[in-house]
């Protein structure tokens, strides 16, 4: 059973940095793409950033280029999510996800909050 377990969320004021993780229970070259995807109260769940299994495609949503920067760590089957400038619109709870390479399965993590204070 695939478990994505995150953790590196908390209060911190605007302008300040957190680093979120999220570790796979086996190799995260068993998937194609991992990302971070977050959920604000009373919002759709959106797309953060993305990176394919040998990190040769990152993407990221607009509102977070230039200050979000996802990585990983293949040693320790972790990806991980450096976020720097937080504002408060960045409050949210923050999702790993993983899509198997072998049957296209989708795996969600439980969710870090992460909130900004202004």
């Known amino acids: 059973q695939v478990q994505l377990v995150e953790s590196g969320g908390g209060l911190v004021q605007a302008g300040g940095s957190l680093r979120l993780s999220c570790a796979a229970s086996g190799s995260i070259f068993n998937f194609n793409t991992v990302a971070w995807y977050r959920q604000a109260p009373g919002k759709q769940r959106e797309l953060v950033a993305g990176?394919?299994?040998?990190?040769?495609?990152?993407n990221y949503t607009d509102s977070v280029k230039g200050r979000f920067t996802i990585s990983r760590d293949n040693a320790k089957n972790t990806v991980y999510l450096q976020m720097n400038s937080l504002k408060p619109e960045d409050t949210a709870v923050y999702y790993c996800?993983?899509?198997?390479?072998?049957?296209?399965?989708?795996?969600w993590g439980q969710g870090t909050q992460v909130t900004v204070s202004s």
């Open positions: 990176i394919t299994s040998g990190s040769s495609s990152i």
């Open positions: 996800n993983a899509v198997s390479r072998w049957n296209y399965r989708t795996y």
